[in-house]
């Protein structure tokens, strides 16, 4: 986005310097400067150019632990705000979590008691559908030994590339931020323990702190200041199947009972009646471990006929075809948790990585915990105006440092114990 107002003169000063140009990055940038700050974004590509771009885009619920949950609380929260406001394409086509077992028993949710405002607009607002209703809706869906589904129907998607976008926009009006993409940053020099200078292809800032919110590049970031991160780059797959061939058009965020590729899937409709299938895992996998600048990004040869053998057991696609589509990268963790707090080595060093896949929800949440830990030296996020029980979280178990001290969180996901 360099020119059109979004890029100064090359070279300068900021109070806070953010890499990285994904949704987390623009995110950050816009919390910062409406906090007051004077803040430089750089990304050595466009905007929103990695994993944020190859993302489904999905917006739904992440209750693996209260952290998770509230950041997906605090992510709803803005999309639905921005989307009453910008044009970021959120189609709310729901979320479909289908019951394979006998009796159909939908699960009690814990953080829905914490994070739950209770209205008909709530990000865990849920319909139950019994049987016979469930295949008069949705047709393409084959019985089986379906015994029902949840249906959510405020969840759904956002367009990547525009929310990105807007975030960029908005961060530039504030008049405090500039947005240089294709910008590499090249070098980080210091004094001590502090960072002082940033050396780009376009000249050299001096700044007061860093951001790294570098994706499955964190890494690599953060070894330009001389730290290690646990954070590991994994290739992740998406396959387009032409479901509009067999009349189906809109399918909600859904899965199937099995794993495709020795990994379990998403899928959700997308515009044009299309519909996406992609890989996924929520934490560091063995044998997906990729090089973010040397990623392949097409699928493996034998992606799409795994998906095509897998979904037609399962959905009525008679005429559909299964395409390639393309190969995205995540920034994963060990434990699955992101990694958001300050360097234990640099002082002026912030990390907001490792989302394992989840960022597209949670990005808000993040980059209200970097503002808040940046700006006010606090860990404790505001969850007051989701209208839950629960009015705020303390993020200080993210801190990057967790992995060497054996502290590692743990998902738990719903009806587990």
Partial sequence: MTGSGLAGPTGGTADIAVIGGGIIGTAIAYELARDGASVVLFDKGPLANGTTGGSGGVVCLHDFHQLYAGFTALGYDRIRELSRTH?????????????H???????????????DSGTPDSIYHRLEIGAPDLFSRYEWLRPGEISGAVLYPNQGYIHPYRI????????????????HDGTPVLSMRSVGHRLTRLVTRRGTWDVGAVVNAGGPWGAKVAALAGVELALVPQRVQ??????????????????????????????????????????????TRDGLTVDPDFLNRMPD????????????????????EVLPGWCCVYGTTEDGFPIVSRDPDVENLWHAVGLNGHGITCHAGVAQAIAGMVLRNTTIVDTSMIGGATTSIDVAPLAAD????????????????
Avoid: C, K
Wanted: aromatic share 12%; proline share 6%.
């Fill in 87 to 99: 044009d970021i394409g959120y189609r709310p086509w729901g979320f479909l979590a289908i019951d």
């Fill in 101 to 115: 077992g006998e009796p159909f028993t939908p699960v009690d949710d814990p953080y829905a008691r914490e994070f």
């Fill in 164 to 179: 990105t976008q807007t975030y960029a926009r908005m961060a530039v009006a504030t008049g405090r931020a500039e947005i």
């Fill in 238 to 283: 998406v396959a387009v199947i032409t479901t509009f061939d067999d009349g189906i058009d809109g399918i909600p965020l859904t899965g199937v009972p099995e794993r495709v590729a020795g990994e379990n899937v998403w899928t959700r409709g997308e515009l044009g009646g299309t519909t996406l299938v992609g890989t996924h895992h929520d934490r």
């Fill in 301 to 320: 040869a034998g992606y799409p006929a795994a998906v095509d053998e897998v979904f037609r057991r399962h959905w009525n696609l008679d005429r559909s």
């Fill in 402 to 417: 967790r992995f060497v001290r054996g502290e590692q969180l743990v998902i738990r996901y719903p009806g587990e114990h």
